[in-house]
């Protein structure tokens, strides 16, 4: 069973910066996509940022040139950092990954808060 576990959530203030970090464990597959959505609080969840095994990047028009994406797919690990961060980027972080088959996982979410 794979499990997708999130770190590098928590309280920054406007301007600043995190790196979230994603990490594959249990029967590892090759994921064919892997990415970062968001959902806060009475909005609906979106897409950030994704990449694919191949190295090909989508950034939301929100977070574009704030927010870098990379994976390791050695160790099926994908990572998120964000800069400038602003109050509206306040969410529950998940991760998600997609194999070649078409299965979908997500991580549990961590929360990200920017407040000062």
């Known amino acids: 069973q794979v499990q997708l576990v999130e770190s590098g959530g928590g309280l920054v203030q406007p301007g600043g910066s995190l790196r979230l970090s994603c990490a594959a464990s249990?029967?590892?597959?090759?994921?064919?996509?892997m990415g970062w959505y968001r959902q806060a609080p009475g909005k609906q969840r979106e897409l950030v940022a994704s990449?694919?095994?191949?190295?090909?990047?989508y950034s939301a028009d929100s977070v574009k040139g704030r927010a870098t994406i990379s994976r390791d797919n050695a160790d099926n690990t994908v990572t998120l950092q964000m800069n400038s961060l602003m109050p509206e980027d306040t969410a529950v972080y998940y991760c998600?990954?997609?194999?070649?088959?078409?299965?979908?996982?997500w991580g549990q979410g961590t929360q990200v808060t920017v407040s000062s």
């Open positions: 998600n990954a997609i194999t070649s088959a078409g299965l979908g996982y």
């Open positions: 990449i694919t095994r191949g190295g090909r990047i």
């Open positions: 249990g029967n590892i597959f090759s994921f064919n996509v």
